[in-house]
């Protein structure tokens, strides 16, 4: 342990230092550099005009003089500053260098979890169903299913799990395998009409025939109740819809959820002439 946190302290100053070396040296200043380049340049030519006589002595000797005077001020002007910038660069170095990393173990102790070893697949794979991430519990129990496809419940419990992610085509082959294994059941064919329904986005022939065979078992079964009604509404036999809702209301308890869908359709039918 000692030795990878010393291997990740070395990387971690490398790394910085590589980043912050260029920022600790002295830059050029172009602008400054410049205008004690214009002085000088401005001191040659009055040399060169005094040589030629286009300028009388005394005025060569009192321009060079104040050139003289103007490139003196620039120099001393410009040394203070860029060795202050290179003072503040450096410092903002160290910090970097030294702060960074010290503020990211701080937080990494104050907040990670340093002291728990890492959780390996299998390890994770054992948390509570209710805690698990959806892909994987998808995984879990299709790996379970592979191993035993004759595994009814199995089938039953991971198709509204595919419902949940989309994938209605697994849903739906899941739903009737679960159907096949142990048997139909209102409630199953219900589950199986209901997925139909939602792959075609609407009522179609097989899942009508899903909620027929969900009667059969239960005439009492009222989701059955309420799509067939809404098949029928759909197809234009409002006798058949008014009959279907009716027995919804009539079997369905005062807080079921079907209730007062059916309930607000059958209004409707009786205000349409």
Do not use: C
Not at 8 to 23: D, E, G, N
Not at 122 to 147: F, H, K, S, T, Y
Not at 250 to 268: F, G, Q, S, T, V
């Amino acid at each position: 342990m000692m030795l990878f946190w010393t291997l990740l302290a070395l990387m971690t100053a490398a790394a910085v230092f590589a980043l912050l070396w260029p920022l600790s040296r002295e830059p050029r200043v172009a602008g400054e550099a410049a205008g004690l380049a214009v002085y000088r340049n401005q001191l040659a030519e009055i040399e060169t005009d005094r040589a030629r006589g286009l300028l009388p002595a005394s005025e060569a000797e009192a321009a060079r003089i104040e050139v003289s005077r103007r490139l003196l001020g620039a120099a001393s002007a410009a040394v203070p500053k860029a060795g202050a910038s290179l003072a503040r660069r450096r410092a903002a170095s160290i910090i970097a260098l030294f702060g960074v990393p010290a503020l990211s173990l701080s937080l990494y102790f104050n907040y990670g979890a340093p002291e728990f070893p890492d959780a390996p697949f299998a390890e994770r794979v054992a948390v509570p169903v209710e805690q698990q991430d959806i892909g994987m519990l998808i995984g879990r129990l299709e790996e379970r299913l592979a191993q035993n496809p004759n595994h009814g419940e199995g089938w039953e419990l991971i198709a509204p799990i595919y419902m949940r992610v989309g994938r209605t085509g697994d849903a739906i082959a899941a739903q009737e395998s679960a159907i096949r294994i142990l048997g139909a059941s209102a409630a199953r064919e219900v589950a199986l009409g209901e997925y139909l329904r939602i792959a075609n986005g609407k009522i179609s022939p097989e899942s009508k025939a899903a909620f027929e065979r969900a009667l059969v078992l239960d005439d009492k079964t009222i989701p059955a109740l309420f799509y067939l009604g809404l098949e029928a509404a759909e197809s234009g036999n409002a006798a058949e819809a008014k009959k279907f809702w009716s027995r919804v209301v009539e079997h369905a308890k005062p807080n079921d959820p079907w209730r007062i869908p059916a309930e607000r359709r059958l209004m409707m039918l009786e205000k349409k002439p």
